[in-house]
């Protein structure tokens, strides 16, 4: 009910916090897809997905996490909302894997640059990005049905 009545000011932020969410979530599809195909390739996707992760998935995930502080603040919203919980778990989580998927991959591509194999640490990336990608979804889950 809460999402069907507000005011007009929560508006913009709503659309910089989705915004944001998308961006982030086809930044990180990008990010594994690139990690998944660099176990063949000789380092341009590796490059890739670092440079994905660093320079898009870091950004839109400051976006994402600013839009929704911003539209909490606008919504007055309680809390103690079960779907704020969700998202927020999944925000804090989400941006620690970043960090380390970030940091596996760039790994990856120093080892490539250096011109060894990818090794395990592309798959490992690749899953722990994988893994955030089944927590935002999670997380779209709770935000659009707001669960109690």
């Known amino acids: 009910m809460l999402a ?19 961006l982030l979530v086809g930044t990180l ?11 063949s390739d000789g380092g341009g996707l590796q490059r890739l997905s670092f440079r994905t992760m660093l ?18 603040s606008e919504e007055h ?4 909302a079960t779907w704020i919980g969700i998202g927020y778990g999944v925000s804090d989580l989400g941006l620690l894997l970043l ?3 970030t940091v596996l991959a760039g790994l990856t591509l120093r080892r490539a640059n250096r011109g060894g194999r990818p090794g395990a640490l592309a798959g490992v990336s690749a899953a ?3 893994l955030m990608l089944l927590g935002y979804g999670i997380a779209i889950w709770a935000m659009t049905t707001k669960p109690d």
């Open 77 to 80: 919203a309680p809390d103690d």
């Open 29 to 39: 599809i990008a990010a594994v897809a690139a990690l998944v195909l660099a176990r």
């Open 99 to 101: 960090i380390v998927a």
């Open 128 to 130: 722990i990005v994988s």
């Open 4 to 22: 069907i009545v507000r005011a007009d000011s929560v508006n913009f932020p709503l659309f910089v916090h989705v915004a944001g969410s998308m």
């Open 55 to 72: 320079w898009g998935a870091i950004p839109t995930f400051i976006v994402m996490r600013g839009g929704a502080e911003w539209v909490k």
